[in-house]
């Protein structure tokens, strides 16, 4: 069975500064792997999706994330943080056998004007 | 376009209560539909999912239960609340089961249950 470690449970950074938000799973292959994206009180929004090929991917919202094989890891980043990117972060892994996906516990990012 | 409503947007039941929540799907047909409830600093858990009328796979047993009583209404249910029911539930659906595809999610329901 898949899994999926969110080490950080908040995170603070300044508006303006860079963002680099962690995830690591755990499969016995390469999964499907996602990062969503929940404002307070809403449901979840998708913000980018790796299945195969480049392990660079851009989302929307100026996120982009990238797979690395050899760390288990699929962080997200972000360049430039908005004060509107302040939300809860989630990684998500799906094996490749249409399986269910497993989400992580999310990591809380606030940001500072 | 495709929307996904939820309802009731916030509730607060007794323990021993029923419940009933709604989900529906506009703008696709024969989608597959999926309950998670996300308790406090968690992350989502699965509760149900849906490939067709009246096909409901339960991943978690529990206290809830669900039904699809139309192609495009998702029905989460429970005969007596209990403390631990309490979290936001979210309800979700995609075209098809397969792992790339994209699941699109409502706007949640926060249960309380005192």
């Known amino acids: 069975a898949q899994s999926v470690t969110q080490p950080d449970i908040h995170i603070t950074v300044s508006e303006g500064a860079s963002l680099e938000l962690r995830c690591n799973y755990s499969y016995g292959a390469t999964p499907y792997l996602f990062w969503y994206v929940q404002s307070p009180g809403q449901g979840l929004q998708l913000l980018l999706k790796y299945f195969s090929g480049d392990t660079l991917v851009q989302g929307i919202k100026g996120f982009e994330a990238e797979f690395k094989r050899s760390q288990s890891s699929f962080n997200l980043r972000k360049p430039s943080v908005h004060w509107s990117d302040a939300a809860e972060y989630f990684c998500?892994?799906?094996?490749?056998?249409?399986?269910?996906?497993?989400f992580g516990d999310g990591t809380t990012l606030t940001v500072k004007p | 376009s495709q929307t996904i409503h939820q309802w009731p947007a916030t509730l607060v039941q007794p323990v021993g209560s029923p419940l009933s929540l709604e989900c529906t799907v506009e703008g696709t047909s024969n989608p597959n539909l999926y309950w998670y409830r996300q308790a406090a600093g968690r992350g989502l858990q699965l509760l149900f999912y849906s490939v067709g009328i009246g096909q409901i796979s339960s991943e978690v047993p529990q206290n809830l239960s669900a039904s699809r009583p139309q192609d495009r209404q998702f029905i989460l249910s429970s005969k007596k609340l209990l403390l631990s029911d309490s979290g936001f539930y979210l309800c979700a659906w995609s075209r098809g089961t397969a792992s790339t595809d994209t699941q699109y999610f409502g706007p949640g329901t926060r249960l309380t249950v005192l």
């Open positions: 998500a892994v799906a094996p490749t056998n249409a399986g269910k996906s497993t």
